[in-house]
């Protein structure tokens, strides 16, 4: 939630009027001219660099390379570290050789165990190289570079356009420049205790035609050029901003620095992990080149050599995790608003879905629940009876979430904010003295959540002995973790603020909703006993909350405009390691017309997050409140949601092996159809479905495209809804109506559903599942299905199902994939359809079956359906079709 309600906030002399709906004040956010660090280290032209290696300085310790620079143009020295990661990965570090003082250095956003592999030192006069057995990394000595290799294919080259800047710590001088050692923005002074440190590279991705990667922006997912002055970079600052804007390169609520090149020949990528604020220029001039620069930090970059994209991906996963599988309901439907008013608002809620018969798995509730916006606590007034609420909703198979944001209300009466002043747990300004500022409940001070005492202290508040009103299904929401500050420059904390270490906040500010969720999940797992899996949502991350957290693209808006942003918002972050992510369906801000709300239920039922949030001073929207077509769209959309269940956890038990995001790019699938490079009004959600939405009002029809494979031919495609094939590449015109959204399912694939949609997943646990065969141009095909409890941590312990059903030469067979796996479950294959036979059906056997008499045979549009088969999901059988 972003600002909303009508409010006035004294704010240190300053009024701060904070209104419903307004456009973007782009004076309250900084532009990287009026940023003295993005001033001093944005380039525009190649150049020969400053920097060279000091030839007698190598070094290898634990099979990392070590090796001085030297910079020409300051005389100041640098130590360099190479190492070459498992997974085609290589790690290098640049800091100062004789610092002043220390420089932040990120840690836990990176996954632990990462041990550099055994490589082979070649040196000569020009050059060191470092191979591994699939990569090479050849230095190149004066001028300094290096040149990244996936066997002899060059990749990636770091500092090829010679933009390498290093502001080494210094004591403050006399006559310091200006902006160097005080900046002020809006009236608000940094005092800069340390002086310029800012840090920066350029990275040159060989032969690739786009980029991608730096969520979160509300732009194109391929990256637009920005090498001129009258652009400003891409900027990653985690900010609150209010009603955002679309086709914009401002910073949002989330910053992962891991930028990706893509083209015909491979991708490749770069982590640039550094919490700073950090600005991106983009050049397609040339060559294809990005340059990185941040406010302080060390230089600590990964580079990914792919060489394909899902390649890419899964290497990032391998450094910075995958998101946990996480409870079957919360992939359903999620019923927000800001706000519900009363225990009879949730109780009408849950009785109005079931009435309409429209499935629907949670309630949120907003900052209103609580005692005058204190967390943990409950209003006692509007919400008199909490466990009983809970318990209700809990008996009825839904949840109930909870927003716990990180600001603290200063009241001396208030536990949390008398524990945490007591205990030093509060972020502290440049004198010492505890922060203050405000946010939703007037003046606040917000937990310092770098301290890993004040991490368990909130952590511990989520247990049931101290958050007594509370139950172990509640899941909770983590939002204005920016930090929003209302009375801050550019909405957030002063960046001369004090962290835990010393480390001011401009080293870190990006990582703090990073580390609010990682308490946030601490605290569910240790309240479940270790038991259940937590689920948090949060609107601040990094790279690495996947970890934790699944994420919402914010505050967005009831226009189209930001339908469309939402399949581009969520690519980007899925590919940049969060594919656990949606939008706000029907947006936030503004009130969205029937036709649109009806398109964003279709689109949001094809995205891994699916909740329906509204701002408080909108009309009530929930389903049953628009004219009938409209709810019989809704109802038709989030139903589909509900048959494809079992589809989605299936593949989000796979994300959590591999990595591999859920929603994905056309390019990740066809690399080498340069026509899907720059699409992205459709996308895949893993390999075997391809989405198509209407995104324009009135529209009738939609434009799909069907791409080349690397022989030039299409895949074969099923319309799920009717099973019509698409076997040619190129663009079809797919017709709409009301109730349509275009989904294709590819040939060779085997997708498991449900096909009849209960009131919420907790209902439909035990129902049959159906496997929807579609066959490719060979007559093959092969998918998976995962079951288990759909709540615990047993999973983790071999407590599960995982199949595989593969259809060859007509018979389609299952097999365990996981042999040592153990769930009892009484659900079977209830159903199977088969579509792209293209001979004709005589008999059907199937083993291991024990009444063949009660299964049902029939065809509809050309697909085979056979109903009623009671197999079995954990034993092996198979289908023969003569």
């Known amino acids: 939630m972003a600002i909303g309600k009508l409010q006035f906030f004294k704010c240190s002399a300053v009024l701060l009027l904070v209104s419903a709906v307004i456009a973007v004040d782009h004076s309250v956010f900084k532009t990287c001219v009026q940023s003295g660090f993005c001033r001093r280290m944005r380039q525009f032209k190649s150049q020969n660099s400053t920097f060279e290696v000091d030839e007698n300085s190598l070094d290898i310790r634990n099979n990392v390379v070590m090796m001085d620079l030297y910079d020409t143009a300051t005389n100041h020295w640098y130590e360099l570290s190479l190492s070459s990661i498992p997974g085609n990965v290589y790690h290098l570090e640049l800091n100062e050789k004789y610092p002043i003082r220390d420089r932040y250095r990120v840690s836990d956003a990176v996954i632990s165990g990462l041990n550099p592999r055994d490589v082979l030192i070649e040196s000569s006069e020009f050059t060191v190289n470092i191979r591994d057995k699939t990569s090479r990394a050849e230095i190149h000595k004066k001028p300094f570079r290096i040149d990244f290799y996936n066997q002899d294919k060059l990749m990636v080259s770091a500092n090829a356009k010679g933009m390498l800047k290093f502001e080494h710590s210094r004591e403050k001088p006399l006559n310091p420049e200006e902006g160097e050692w005080e900046e002020e923005f809006n009236g608000v002074v940094d005092s800069k205790p340390r002086g310029p440190e800012s840090i920066g590279m350029d990275f040159t991705f060989h032969k690739a035609d786009i980029t991608f990667g730096i969520p979160e922006h509300a732009d194109d997912f391929v990256l637009k050029e920005t090498i001129h002055e009258d652009s400003d970079p891409y900027r990653l600052y985690a900010l609150d901003v209010n009603s955002y804007e679309m086709d914009s390169k401002m910073a949002l609520y989330g910053a992962i620095p891991v930028v990706y090149g893509h083209g015909s020949t491979g991708t490749s990528g770069v982590y640039w992990q550094n919490s700073a604020e950090t600005w991106i220029d983009v050049s397609y001039v040339d060559s294809t080149f990005v340059n990185i620069f941040s406010e302080s930090g060390i230089l600590d970059a990964f580079v990914m050599l792919g060489p394909s994209p899902i390649e890419a991906f899964k290497q990032f996963a391998s450094l910075t995790g995958s998101a946990p599988l996480p409870q079957m309901f919360a992939l359903g439907y999620h019923q927000s608003r800001w706000n519900y008013d009363n225990e009879s608002d949730i109780a009408m809620i849950d009785d109005m879905f079931e009435e309409y018969d429209i499935p629907m798995d949670s309630i949120w509730l907003d900052i209103e629940y ?47 904010h008398q524990d945490c002043n007591s205990n030093g747990y509060y972020v502290k300004d440049k004198n010492g003295y505890d922060f203050e500022g405000e946010c939703w409940p007037g003046l606040s001070s917000y937990t310092d959540f770098f301290n890993p005492d004040a991490r368990k202290y909130y952590a511990d508040r989520y247990l049931l002995q101290n958050f007594k009103l509370s139950t172990r299904q509640i899941g909770i929401w983590n939002d204005m973790n920016e930090p929003s500050v209302f009375s801050g420059a550019e909405i957030t904390m002063p960046k001369d603020n004090l962290h835990y270490g010393g480390w001011e906040h401009r080293d870190v500010h990006n990582m703090y909703g990073f580390y609010h969720t990682m308490a946030s999940y601490d605290g569910l797992m240790r309240r479940n006993e270790d038991l259940y899996r937590p689920f948090v949502l949060t609107r601040s991350f990094f790279a ?15 226009e189209w405009s930001h339908l469309r942003a939402s399949i581009k918002m969520c690519l980007s972050l899925s590919v940049s390691g969060i594919s656990f992510v949606g939008a706000d369906v029907g947006g936030f801000f503004e009130h969205p017309s029937g036709e649109l709300i009806s398109r964003w239920y279709q689109l949001g039922a094809f995205q891994p997050f699916y909740r329906g949030h509204a701002h408080t001073d909108t009309p009530r929207r929930e389903p049953w409140m628009w004219p009938e077509n409209i709810q019989i769209a809704i109802r038709d959309a989030i139903q589909k949601r509900y048959r494809m269940l079992p589809f989605w956890y299936t593949s989000f038990f796979e994300h959590e092996r591999s990595g591999a995001p859920l929603m994905r790019p056309m390019f990740v699938q066809y690399p080498y159809d340069p026509a899907t490079f720059n699409i992205d009004s459709q996308y895949l959600i893993g390999d075997q479905l391809l989405v198509a939405p209407a995104l324009y009002p009135e529209q009738n029809s939609v434009n799909v495209y069907f791409p080349a494979k690397d022989n030039g031919k299409a895949d074969v495609w099923y319309d799920i809804d009717n099973y019509q094939m698409y076997s040619k590449v190129g663009f079809v015109s797919v017709p709409v109506d009301e109730l349509k959204i275009p989904v294709f399912q590819r040939g060779g694939t085997i997708v498991p559903i449900k096909r009849i949609p209960r009131k919420s997943s907790v209902l439909m646990r035990q129902d049959p599942f159906t496997l929807v065969v579609a066959l490719n141009e060979n007559g093959y095909s092969v998918g998976t299905l995962y079951v288990d409890d759909e709540e615990s941590m047993a999973y983790r312990h071999g407590m599960y199902a995982y199949r595989q059903y593969e259809f060859k030469n007509g018979d389609l067979s299952s097999r365990a994939i996981d042999a040592d796996a153990v769930y009892e479950t009484d659900a079977k294959i209830g159903s199977v359809i088969i579509m792209g036979l293209t001979k004709e059906i005589t008999s059907i056997t199937v083993q291991h079956l024990l009444n063949f008499s009660g299964v049902e045979v029939r065809t509809i549009d050309e697909a085979l359906i056979l109903d009623n088969l009671q197999l079995a999901v954990n034993d092996d059988w198979s289908i023969q079709l003569r």
């Open 544 to 558: 690495g909350s996947q970890r934790y957290a699944a994420v919402w693209t914010g505050d967005n808006t009831a």
């Open 370 to 416: 609580t005692d005058g916006k204190r967390y943990f606590t409950w209003d006692s007034v509007h919400f008199p009876n909490p466990l009983e609420m809970i318990n209700n909703l809990t008996m009825n198979g839904r949840h109930l979430v909870l927003i716990i944001d990180p600001h603290v209300k200063i009241d001396t009466n208030y536990f949390f």
